[in-house]
Each structure stands twice: as C-alpha cells, then as structure tokens.
C-alpha cells in the first residue's frame, strides 16, 4: 500500500525489529543501501547507531524497532514546500498504522524531519524527555538528533552522544532534569514517571 502522495518510483520501506518491543527510533528517509536491501538503517547510519549509539543507552539493536517518516528513496530534490506535503502524507499513512501496532511505550524521533511531525523544536527539546502527539495519541518522546549528523559533521557527535546517554538514564530512570525558566512547550515526562526499560525487555521475552 502507499500514501496519495507517493512519487510510486522506489519500494516502500517498512519497519525493522521486533514489532513487541517497547521504543520505536523514527528517522528521515532511506538511503540507497536501504533501499536496495529492503530495510531502514542499515547503511552507514545504521551501522553506527548499532555499533557505538544504542550501547550507550545500554539498548541494543534485537530488542527495538527503527522505522522512518518518509518511507520511499528520493534522488529528487522537490522542494521544501512538496516535500512537507510527502512528508505529511507518508507519515499519516504509514506511521500512524506502525504506532498503532506496535503500540510503543517510547518514540524517539531522530533529526528534524521526525520531530517536526510532532511540531517539535529540535534544537530545543533534544535529549528531554516529553509527552508528544503522535497522530491522535499521547506517547512518551525523547526527540534527539539524527546519527547521520555526526557523520557529516564530528562537531555534531558530542549532543548526540549526550542524547543518547540521557535516554539511557531515562529509561533507568536516573534522568535529572535540571531546572529551566524557559519551559518547553510540551509537558516533560522524566522523574515522575516509571523506568520503562522493565516493560521493553519483558515484551521482548514475550516475542
């Protein structure tokens, strides 16, 4: 199936990981080896994220699921305006049935693309937990920037590394959210809430 906006020129590219598992990664779009291959992040990015991003959290690749917004490859540059409306399109379509399967205790958008699904400021709300709208439901979020930007950028490796450190404290619940007049505008979901890592891995065993 595809969305009404889909270019119908590449395969859609669904989710990757158990579907029982209890955090989905959102990120952009895939890339040419995703594409070939059939399965998000599992190129350069990919590879990353499992070698040396997931273990800081002390997650691992077998026991969550990546998914993306944007679920066809593009070489075609459409514009930013066309591309809000793919982007808009393929999320409502695609996405919002993947949440709703899997059912996620934690979404975590990775990058610009994916949080401004939820209307998100990036720079912002990264690496802090919030309670977003995903679609007509309120999920547990922790937006943080996109693997490929340490990749284009070494500067970029030290947030993203601290983003990852930060959602493994979440998930311990050892995250300490430290006190900031300017507020975000979504509600923050950090200390009240319980550590969910006890329910991802018991709905991994349960696959």
């Known amino acids: 199936m595809r969305c009404p906006d889909c270019p119908r020129t590449h395969p859609v590219i669904g989710p990757d990981g158990p579907s029982s598992s209890n955090i989905l990664f959102v990120g952009e779009r895939p890339g040419k080896e995703e594409n070939s291959r059939g399965r998000p992040f599992i190129g350069q990015t990919g590879r990353e994220c499992n070698e040396h991003y997931l273990p800081i959290a002390g997650l691992s690749r077998d026991n969550v699921r990546f998914t ?123 200390e009240e809430d319980p550590p969910i890592t006890h329910i991802l891995l018991s709905k991994t065993r349960e696959a």
């Open 68 to 190: 993306n917004s944007v679920k066809c490859y593009s070489v075609d540059d459409v514009g930013k305006d066309a591309f809000k409306k793919r982007l808009k399109s393929c999320s409502s379509f695609h996405l919002a049935r993947e949440i709703e399967y899997q059912k996620p205790e934690l979404i975590v958008p990775m990058g610009a693309v994916a949080t401004s699904i939820i209307g998100c400021d990036l720079g912002m709300d990264h690496g802090t937990p919030i309670n977003a709208d995903w679609f007509g439901t309120t999920i547990k979020t922790f937006p943080m920037y996109h693997p490929a930007s340490g990749l284009h950028d070494a500067s970029a490796m030290i947030p993203l590394r601290n983003d990852f450190i930060a959602l493994g404290q979440f998930l311990r619940g050892e995250l300490v959210m430290p006190f900031d007049e300017y507020q975000t505008s979504f509600n923050t979901a950090a």
